[in-house]
């Protein structure tokens, strides 16, 4: 079975100062992990993926996330939040080869970015 | 290069009428999706196609129809509407391990 969890329903920062936004998974098979960003009346739009090679994920715009097995978690960062970066973010799990139809989204992290 | 482009953007049902959303692809992909987004609840697949001729349902099918005919349209049907269906609809297509692909939406209210 698959789960997706993420930590905080809203986060909210000072521009300027770093971003974290949490996810923890649990997944019978092997995942790929997704965030995905929506701004406000628009779809999702992919910021990036891990899919078993590096653990270390560079996505758009600054946005990066860790893989960690051993804490079942996928944490999303970003070293300065730009007022841009306000919308809700989603932590996708998504079990291999398996056509999407066991993919589950996470409920949202709304991220506020204040002056 | 559109990718994914959905139609309507916007409805209003009455209870008990019916409709059909329109996705439509430009990028090849095999798999098609449609999910329903309501509030604190993240994304909920309704049905999904893994190519042309084929669907199948997803965690919520109750009150959908879907059909694939081509492989680059992938319709959703509300035979009778109910308030409960009044929601944000994505339709989203997938190629292998890649990410998704999604429309910008509907957004169905059914009074």
């Known amino acids: 079975a698959q789960s997706v969890t993420q930590l905080d329903s809203h986060v909210s920062v000072s521009e300027g100062t770093p971003v974290l936004l949490r996810c923890n998974y649990s997944?019978?098979?092997?995942?790929?992990l997704f965030w995905y960003v929506q701004h406000p009346n628009k779809g999702l739009q992919l910021l990036l993926k891990y899919t078993s090679a590096a653990t270390l994920v560079k996505g758009i715009n600054g946005f990066e996330a860790e893989f960690k097995k051993s804490e079942t978690s996928f944490h999303l960062t970003k070293p300065s939040a730009h007022m841009s970066d306000a919308a809700e973010y989603f932590c996708?799990?998504?079990?291999?080869?398996?056509?999407?139809?066991?993919?589950?989204f996470g409920a949202g992290t709304r991220l506020f970015v204040k002056a | 290069n559109a990718g994914v482009t959905q139609t309507p953007k916007f409805r209003v049902l009455k209870t008990g009428q019916s409709m059909t959303l329109l996705c439509a692809q430009d990028?090849?992909?095999?798999?098609m999706y449609w999910y329903r987004q309501d509030p604190g609840m993240g994304l909920r697949l309704i049905h999904y196609?893994?190519?042309?001729?084929?669907?199948a349902k997803g965690e919520v099918p109750d009150g959908y129809n879907v059909s694939r005919l081509k492989k680059q349209n992938f319709l959703l049907g509300l035979e009778s509407a109910a308030p409960s269906q009044t929601s944000v609809y994505f339709c989203?297509?997938?190629?292998?391990?890649?990410?998704?692909?999604f429309g910008s939406g509907t957004r169905l209210t059914v009074v």
């Open positions: 990028m090849n992909h095999e798999y």
């Open positions: 989203a297509t997938r190629q292998g391990e890649n990410g998704y692909t």
């Open positions: 997944s019978s098979y092997s995942p790929s």
């Open positions: 196609s893994v190519g042309e001729g084929t669907t």
């Open positions: 996708v799990v998504s079990p291999q080869h398996t056509g999407g139809f066991k993919t589950i």
